[in-house]
């Protein structure tokens, strides 16, 4: 009796040392475990990566010095704000303002040679060749009268006619006389008395032909002659144009190279005044009163912090995930600044071959210059943004290997449900598949339930 007892006392001691050491697990009560459970419903779910990045100036310039001079003032320290236009320094200008005036000089003769040209010289000569033609021209119309007068009269000229008709009347006769004399019905002086006609008609026709046509042989050649003078003063105009035009090509040439050397020479000069391009602050200044500058070397260095970047480096599973645009908040632990807003400015499509990573830009904005160029922040990127899925607590799910299971409430009991995840953020996760809108999911709980061990008893709703 005293043994049964003992065990009694012993199981008595370990009931309650068990229910001290599980005073935070769900109670098994006479009908089941006690739990809490979700509503699966339509809801939206973000998915976010977060990546770390150094923030720096969104627009940065580097002002170079682009003269050799030496600095005669400078206007700014590091830390000044400037705006755009600003002075920061002045350089001695003398050599170079004295190689301006020369570069001047030289433009102003360059352009008074050219307007000599185009206002006298050429001038000049294309007007007399203007006159040579039009004189020229005059002849030729002349010529062209006298010919066409003396070829009318050489057509038309009675006494060439008369002398021409008569040489063929005196060789009629000729040849009648010939006739009869061969018959017998005329004698020989009869014969040399026609022939002799005949002879002299013909003398005196070429007489009269000769010198109706020498006036008219003159008025030709006079005319190709005038012709051909036409023809030179037509190409002496060309030539004259050719020349001028040369003369003003090449003064005009002159003009140019002494205006592009001016223009060297200005903008030089303007360049001994260096003025800021950006508004921003100075973050670097290498310039002292005194000091030689060198042309190429950078004098200063500003930068806008109105907007601020990070470039942060991401792999390839997420680049298919981010566009520009997309969403970002941004976190800094220095400047004890959380969840502010920025997006998504560059996404570089070509993997960087020493890191294998791809380049992503996130512009913020820095108004109020509470972030410092050079801090560290945590840029946290929504790589999805749905609307109308289901969800469940992530915290309801179970894994067994590359599956996922949830308990649903069958009445008193859970049952076990395979379900397929999409899309999770730090609390929820979207199911895909497996659930349907109203099903109620045991969050608290559901690591006492099993297959065989699965009555419930409903707490109340689970709430993060």
Do not use: W
């Amino acid at each position: 009796m005293k043994r049964k007892l003992t065990a009694i006392f012993l199981t008595i001691c370990m009931c309650a040392l068990c229910s001290c050491s599980d005073k935070d697990k769900p109670e098994l009560t006479a009908t089941g475990v006690n739990v809490s459970v979700f509503e699966a419903g339509a809801g939206s779910i973000e998915s976010t990566v977060t990546f770390s990045g150094t923030l720096s100036a969104a627009e940065s310039v580097s002002v170079v010095a682009k003269v050799n001079a030496k600095a005669e003032s400078v206007s700014v320290k590091e830390g000044d704000y400037v705006s755009a236009g600003d002075v920061l320094a002045r350089l001695d200008a003398t050599d170079i303002r004295l190689s301006y005036e020369q570069a001047l000089a030289a433009y102003e003769s360059a352009l008074a040679g050219y307007n000599s040209v185009v206002n006298s010289s050429s001038k000049q000569q294309k007007s007399q060749a203007k006159q040579a033609l039009l004189n020229a021209q005059t002849a030729y119309d002349q010529a062209k009268a006298n010919y066409d007068r003396e070829k009318l009269l050489y057509e038309n000229a009675s006494s060439h006619k008369l002398a021409e008709q008569s040489m063929n009347d005196a060789k009629a006769a000729y040849e009648r006389t010939k006739q009869l004399f061969d018959m017998g019905g005329a004698s020989q002086l009869e014969l040399d008395s026609a022939r002799s006609a005949f002879v002299s008609a013909e003398e005196n026709y070429k007489t009269a032909s000769a010198t109706s046509s020498a006036a008219f042989d003159a008025a030709k050649t006079a005319l190709t002659n005038a012709q051909n003078a036409l023809n030179n003063a037509q190409e002496n105009i060309t030539l004259a144009e050719n020349a001028a035009r040369s003369s003003v090509e090449t003064a005009s040439a002159s003009v140019n190279s002494a205006r592009a050397s001016l223009n060297i020479a200005q903008n030089s000069l303007s360049n001994t005044t260096i003025t800021a391009p950006i508004s921003g602050y100075v973050a670097v200044c290498n310039v002292s009163e005194g000091q030689m500058t060198a042309a190429g070397s950078v004098a200063f260095d500003i930068r806008n912090t109105s907007m601020v970047d990070a470039e942060i480096n991401v792999t390839e599973s997420v680049i298919p995930l981010i566009d520009v645009g997309t969403k970002a908040l941004i976190s800094i632990a220095s400047a004890n600044i959380e969840n502010l807003e920025g997006s998504v400015t560059l996404v570089n499509p070509v993997k960087n071959d020493m890191t294998g990573l791809y380049t992503v830009k996130v512009s913020i904005d820095n108004a109020d210059s509470a972030i410092k160029a050079g801090m560290i922040a945590d840029i946290t990127l929504t790589t999805a943004s749905l609307d109308g899925i289901i969800k469940v607590p992530s915290k309801a799910l179970i894994n067994e290997g590359e599956d996922y299971y949830v308990y649903v409430v069958d009445g008193n009991v859970g049952k076990k449900v395979k379900v397929t995840t999409g899309v999770s953020d730090d609390e929820y996760t979207e199911i895909t598949k497996g659930l349907a809108k109203g099903d109620k999911v045991i969050v608290d709980g559901k690591d006492y339930l099993s297959e065989t061990n699965n009555e419930i008893n409903i707490t109340g709703n689970y709430e993060i």
